[in-house]
């Protein structure tokens, strides 16, 4: 075998069958497949990721700078003009990218850890614990939740804190709801009745029988929760009780520039400005619907070949 | 005379889905109730001035029953709420005592009405025209039509409320100044200049509905025409629309039912949003300006005052859905 490379091993060819794929190249393969509708989400949703990450740099000027001219048109200096106390707005849009989405981040993932653990503790404890806390979402969902937070933020008052808390507590509700019901079905498995038997504490049952076969779920629901708190947030702030200035922020932007739109007739660009940051609120939540809606696809084991 | 035993099962069903309705709205008007002894204890003094004497203090923390426990005061509050009385607002107040605040039911029972005028509008458009679009797409499904339609379905859903909105107004309010922009309606107008008035804010809020109620219809129509029933139909040569008409809207209407209810209730909190960018007269704009101000007791009015339109609007999905089950109508 040494002295000719070129002879048929059936050995190594068998063998390499058995190699199994990286988890690089499943995701090649996944990416390879993934339709148009899906590529449009994650380069859009990287090109905003990136943006936020980077705004310090990306942006011409601080957020809070004020320049002398207030609602100056737009030109070389200031690309999209200035707003109604002379800031300029693109650097307003490039950092309302890191304010807003990270707000928005924040709210959902302390949603999450509420919701999902409360989930899978009522659907391990089916008795008690799980009657009181499904009879209090119950309650809590039949108020619309931009009524109560308004109501919220009107007692503890809006700071971004207090913003988070009380919007990750409201949405943590619809997690919940979702978290039981996936994880209803995996507790009634064998294996957890045998880590139970083994005498693996609450914690550790979460954490590692049940957490990782309600994930794909879970991934799903928390792009389009990122989506439904994005746009909370933004309706919030553009009823200016979410995130208060000098914050830049878009929903507030909208709300600052909205007098222009009455001179769109004169200037066209003038009458865009305000469209602007309602326009990167409104791209965002359609990216991350198709990215969602693409994953849900691949995960679901549905195939489009049937 | 219904005797015990022999009651209808739907009536039965009914019953129970509006006694739990009824726990639930308790449980709200608890919650809204707590709200108010959730403020933090210096609040006389946020809501007279720095330079409120004791005696007004002490006589504002009396009005509002803090002397009493808890439970007293919400029975009383409930009590008053059910007579329409949602007790008197914080603004308006001074530190020397002299109050020319007004009773909240004043403030409220206008602008629920303008409220009302425009989600009622709003319904009218929307429903009928969410129902055409849903039944034409199933009917012509995967065409060209069913494609567009669809798409921008699909748009309007992802897309805030307020960016609609403007872009309604950069059309047609700015760039082609055929509507006015502004919604500030009063009860001396006529109703066609009312209805020019809310012609934009009615026009976003059915864009924000429309797509949901549509979508659920199409889906509703589409499951039903894959029955085989809805086969046997066609090929004993019944025309398109009497299939779509005597076979399959009959059971489709539960579903399609639930979410017109369910979309309505929607409307409720886009109603907020909406009236804010028109400067609209409504309940959406008195609870912002209340939340704004800190004005407890408006806020207090106008939450209930969403919450128990939501909660009835569900029930009556939730009623709709069991009355039109043909199932439950006729049982073995």
Known sequence: MNNNSQAYSATAEVASVRLRRSRWDRARVTLGKAPRSAWFGMIVFAIYLFIALFAPWLAPFDETQVFVTPFASWDATHWFGTDQIGRDVLSRLIYGARNTMGIALATTLLSFAIGGSLGIMAAINRRLLDQILSRSVDVLMAIPSLIFSLMLLSIFGSSIPNLIIIIAVLDSTRVFRLTRAVAINVVVMDYVEAARLRGDGLWWIMRHEILPNITPPLIAEFGLRFCFVFLTIAALSFLGLGIQPPTADWGSMVRENANLIQFAQFDIKAGLTPLLPAGAIALLTIAVNFIVDWFLHQTSGLRDDH | ?332
């Not at chain 2, 005797?3 to 099962?9: D, S």
């Not at chain 2, 006589?59 to 007293?72: N, S, W």
């Not at chain 2, 101000?293 to 709709?320: G, K």
């Open chain 2, 1 to 332: 005379m219904l005797k015990r035993g022999n009651v209808h099962p739907v009536l039965a069903t009914v019953l129970k889905r509006l006694g739990l309705g009824l726990f639930t709205w308790l449980m709200v008007s608890v919650i809204i109730f707590a709200s108010i002894t959730m403020l933090p204890g210096d609040f006389t003094e946020a809501v007279l001035g720095q330079a409120a004497t004791k005696e007004t203090i002490v006589a504002f923390r009396k009005e509002l029953g803090l002397d009493q426990p808890a439970i007293v005061r919400y029975g009383e509050w409930l009590l008053g709420v059910a007579q329409g009385d949602f007790g008197t607002s914080f603004s308006g107040r001074a530190a020397s005592g002299q109050d020319r605040s007004r009773l909240v039911m004043d403030l409220v029972a206008p602008r629920l009405q303008n409220t009302l005028f425009l989600a009622g509008i709003t319904a009218i458009i929307a429903v009928p025209l969410a129902l055409f679009l849903g039944l034409t797409t199933a009917l012509y499904r995967n065409s060209l039509y069913d494609r567009i339609v669809n798409a921008v379905a699909l748009t309007t859903i992802s897309m805030p409320e307020f960016f609609l909105a403007y872009i309604l107004i950069l059309l047609l309010a700015s760039l082609w100044p055929i509507l006015p922009s502004l919604a500030n309606v009063n009860t001396e107008m006529a109703l066609p200049e009312r209805l020019i008035r809310i012609a934009l804010p009615a026009m976003s809020l059915t864009l924000v509905i429309i797509a949901h109620m549509m979508r659920m219809t199409r889906a509703a129509v589409i499951n039903l025409l894959a029955l085989p029933y809805v086969e046997m139909a066609r090929l004993k040569g019944a025309t398109r629309t009497a299939v779509i008409m005597k076979h399959v809207l009959p059971n489709a209407w539960a579903p399609i039912a639930t979410v017109i209810a369910f979309n309505l209730a929607y409307l409720v909190v886009g109603v907020v949003v909406v009236e804010v960018v028109f400067v609209y007269p409504g309940i959406g704009q008195l609870m912002v300006d209340a939340v704004t101000s800190r004005d407890i007791p408006v806020v207090q009015a106008c939450a209930l005052i969403f919450a128990v339109t939501y909660i009835l609007l569900n029930l009556i999905a939730d009623i709709i859905g069991i009355i039109t089950n043909p199932r439950l109508l006729h049982p073995r």
